[in-house]
């Protein structure tokens, strides 16, 4: 028997923002039921919800939120099991990675992978404090390291061994406001200049606010279905092309080298190889940019410029350039709900793959590769999506 | 091509028990060493560690601990994947089964399952809120309910419909208790009678506190190969025959009856099916009787017996019994540290069947089945394990 091949056969996705006036459950149903609705099956046709999500269990005091978002869209009716897969800020790469093995497997024909996180309902300290949960606590956070502080200390000292200019960090915000403000669904809309990033609100030096990703609210589902499935019931569908994941030590300072995403290198050249393509095949990059400096070092781990090289790439990561780089707006613009995040670069190559992302429409795209990323590199999921 | 059986081919576990002088990562550590050496493998030789815990990110404030266990394990070196899998007190049965569906999918050969919990380093009010996360936040926990709070409504209503006696549903934790008395790793090894259950200080009435399983700190790891992997290195190892899981809607209320767990049902007639064996195949069960009801409804609902007719199955519950239940002790004895204990019914259940159990072993062991559930029944994962 072979192995069946994996679709992407809906996808959903709720607004990205503050959204204080829904709750974690009504996030993860919005998408979900966007999603059954767009790939034209019934509820009671999904046979596991894999549910993605980061920090519920303390900004919300929620467990078990698989089985809660199976139990709010009516889905625990039919007693489908539901299982969240947790990450950090990989989770939802890592869920669809998990998905997708299960279908691999034989066990089922068709899933749903949902990621909600909903984080203002925390905020100050508070929420940074929640957020650095991500890095090796006893090792990092309890002596007062938090995710945009490890961002700044890689950024500087990539900086200084390149002689990158801080101008060169910054575009990478500038590229996903540019995109962002063509994409309905994200936080931020508006487009931002080189120099508005450098003259912001400074957070962790070099980095200022408009460097990071924001705090945000909001819910990604897509439904995956083998190939037996989807012909049988004649539906239309994106490829997940191939699927890898490798990890690194947790705490930054454990690192060869703190500008070297390494486990971004070892998935994305597993993912080419899987895949059986080159990356010059390679359309269009969703990337992992909690940090704008993040943006760069991927480009280059990812294996489309030699380390210290990123910069070079600049002039081509707009969508009608020759490497775009994250058409949906990314984790800046578009915004960052942790849990929802990974699976939300899987809503937007499905828009992109099938024509239909609109203003921001990738011209002749063929393959996407998405980049879901734990905290400061000690997880990377990468997955290549094609037609 | 065939799909691959898969097997339990190493296992390892810390003591169970308020053990304040190891953290987290310790105990996540000791228990996995412990597994590959068990195993006769190299950390190196493992493909993927898949880690299961419930409450981490609240209780111990971390985060992607999937990523932290490679890291002080030292398998980060390998950039080995690793992922936290979560069904709140069903985490470790969902964890063993990713594993084992990845290993049926092709992807991996060799792979790891460890779960993990540190419970005592919160106490009182602190810890009783965090553990209510695994109910239904806002229409259970906002309210008052807590998991013995509503063990507690289930067991009344089920002693009042079936005129089940008080001390019949002592009997689970009395047997617990004999059976980890024989087990050097439980958490208490003290014999107690039914007239002390009875007796002991109220918790939920009709439930006492010894009625109620602990709060443990604890780990338990598992190394699952490929039946391939297995032989090519001739390796012993214990089969898991089948896997299944279900759910139910979160919130008790919801349900169509009060005291049927429903998800248990159903998972575990798939897991039977999936077997192709019959319930008197089973040579001992493990369940999860967080609260002693649960132990008296499990086997009704796995179907060892009929709705209201558990009580008569409790003469046969011992050791030497026709139906042997917890001989590892089970949760209210052994303990219940939470994204451990479903892992450590297949160290139990990997024991037994070796033949290696001790004086607790179940003669003539031939299929064990283990049930893990999350809170009131809103999880099931069922698995047959077995030569």
Partial sequence: MALSDVYIIGAGETKFGELWDKSLRDLAVEAGLEAIKDANIYSRDLQMLYASNSLAGTINEQSNI????????GIAETHVPAVRV????????????EAYLAIKSGEYDVVMVGGVEKMTDIYGSEIIDVQSSILDR???????????????????RYMHDFKVPREDIAMIAVNDHANASMNPDAQYRNKITVEQVINSDPVAEPLNVFDCSPISDGASAIILASDEYRKKNRLDGI?????????????LHSRKSIYTLESARIASKQALERAGIKKNDISFLELNDSYSIY??????????????KGRELLGEIKINGSLPVNPSGGLK???????????????????????????????????????????????????????
Same sequence: chains 1, 2.
Avoid: C
């Fill in 138 to 156: 006893e090792w990092e956070s309890f002596n007062g390291a938090t995710p945009a502080a490890l961002a700044a200390i890689t950024a500087r």
């Fill in 86 to 97: 947790e990450a950090s800020t990989a989770s939802g790469g890592a869920a669809v990675r």
């Fill in 295 to 308: 943006g760069l070092l991927e480009l280059e781990d990812l294996g489309f410029a030699e380390k210290g």
């Fill in 66 to 73: 698989a089985a809660l978002a199976a139990d709010f869209s």
């Fill in 239 to 251: 490829r997940i092309v191939s699927s890898a994941m490798s990890e690194d030590y947790l705490a």
């Fill in 333 to 387: 613009a578009k915004g960052n709900p942790l849990g929802a995040t990974g699976v939300s670069q899987f809503y937007e190559a499905y828009l992109q793959l099938k024509g239909k992302a609109g203003q921001r429409q990738v011209k002749g795209a063929r393959y996407g590769m998405l980049h879901n990323m734990a905290g400061t590199g000690a997880t990377s999921v990468v997955h290549i999506v094609g037609e």
